[in-house]
Each structure stands twice: as C-alpha cells, then as structure tokens.
C-alpha cells in the first residue's frame, strides 16, 4: 500500500479537522443541524415529523438536496472539465467563506423566524462546502482517508488495530509481511483523519460555545491555507492524475 507524502498526510489531518470543526460548530449554533453529517440530519429529522425535538424539520430535509447538489457539480467540475484541484478547493473556500459571513450576519440563534429561512440559507452554505469537500475525497483524494464521515474510517481502523496487534492471532500466520505493512500503513492513514476529525470537533466545540458562530472564522483560515499551498501538498497536477 502507497504511503501518504508528508504533505499529504498533513492535509488530511486538516481537512478532518475543518470537516470536525465546522459539524461541531453548525450543532451547537445552527439549531442541531449537522453540515457533513448528514445521516444525523435524517435521524433528527424522523424524530421531529413524530413531534419529538425542534422546529426545523423542513430546514433538514431541504438541505438534503443542497448537499446532493453541491456533490453533482463538484463531480461534473472534475470530471468533465477537469479542473485544477487547487481551483475545487479554493471554490469549497469560497463556499465556506460566504457560510462564515452568512452565519456572523444572519445570526439565526437569535434571529429566530416564522419560516426558519436565515437557519435554511446559512445552514445550506455549509452543507453545500461539506458536499464539496464528500466529492473531493471520492474524485480526487481517494489515497487520503475520508474527511467528513468518520463511520467507516473507525472501522477500518479497528479492523487494522486487531490484525497488527495479534488480537486476530488466527489469521497472522496467513499474512504476509507485505500484508502487515499494508495494514499498519492504514493505520496511520484512518487514524489521523480519525484524529484531525476529534480535534477539530473538540475545538469547534469548545470556541463556538465561547464565542459563536464568529468561530468558523478558524476553519475558514485554514481552508485559506489549504487553497494556496496546493501544490505544496499534492503537486501541480490535474485531477485525473490524482484519481489513480
């Protein structure tokens, strides 16, 4: 298994961690809406239409599609006319940018509507910069851990963790050395998403009970530096030399 370049791996734990901080932060001041978790949405939402929870059911249900949107064009974006990753990342930016300002401005914790629209608009920016960066993990960043769900990166690690660990004693005579290397190098690839994910939700939660939604400002910057050092961390290629 190829490892992770140091750039790489360094960008992976950032992207885990604006992914973490960015769902830690829409919870706390977005009404329980989630922005990369989108399941959690589903889940609050069935509980909500049989009258359990809040008043911003139909917020969760409409951001569904916004997420679904925001996966198509970023795939169209890569596949047909194959940009630049650095011009996908730097419009996921964009995104997160116009989701900052719209959080700081709208307010919709204490801007509190009929309708919920201030909720609906600044919720769908972040779900739609979190679609971006779901697609960017399958088109362009495959050999990077996923960054926004972290479901099956906890099984994947587990499962590695009892294989090169001897829990799974049984089947280590039948590995390979390679087998071995293989497992432990993704290890280090799930388990630092895994980490970046945790800390940035730990500190998304922590700042934005602080200070609110002015928080996100955090994540923003580090998308910002993610943007201009592209090419520091993957190189100048297009996108299609990243998918193999």
Do not use: Y
């Not at 960015?22 to 989108?38: E, R, V």
């Not at 801007?111 to 739609?128: D, E, I, W, Y």
């Not at 497992?183 to 922590?206: E, M, P, W």
Request: proline share 3%; with cysteine; aromatic share 8%.
């Amino acid at each position: 298994m190829k490892l992770l370049s140091n750039g790489q791996f360094v960008a992976g734990v950032l992207f885990s961690g604006v992914a973490g901080f960015i769902d830690a932060a829409s919870f706390l001041g977005l009404n329980g809406l989630f922005t990369s978790h989108i399941t959690g949405n589903l889940v609050i939402a069935a509980t909500e239409i049989i009258g359990v929870g809040g008043e911003a059911l139909w917020v969760r249900i409409a951001v569904i599609p916004v997420f679904m949107f925001a996966v198509l064009l970023t795939t169209v974006l890569a596949r047909r006319h194959q940009l630049h990753l650095a011009h996908l990342i730097s419009l996921e930016t964009l995104v997160l940018l116009l989701f900052t300002t719209s959080a700081v401005a709208l307010d919709p914790p204490h801007h509190k509507s009929v309708n919920n629209l201030p909720l609906f608009v600044t919720g769908s920016l972040g779900v739609f910069s979190m679609g971006m960066q779901n697609a960017l993990m399958q088109e362009s960043l495959g050999h990077i851990a996923p960054t926004t769900a972290m479901t099956n990166n906890l099984t994947q690690f587990t499962m590695d963790l009892a294989l090169t660990s001897g829990l799974q004693s049984h089947a280590r005579p039948k590995l390979t050395l390679q087998d071995l290397d293989a497992s432990r190098t993704r290890l280090i690839k799930f388990g630092s998403s895994l980490l970046g994910f945790t800390v940035g939700a730990i500190c998304g939660g922590v700042l934005t009970a602080k200070f609110g939604l002015i928080s996100l400002c955090f994540p923003l910057m580090l998308m910002i530096f993610l943007s201009f050092k592209v090419e520091f961390f993957f190189g100048n290629n297009r996108l299609d030399d990243k998918i193999k």
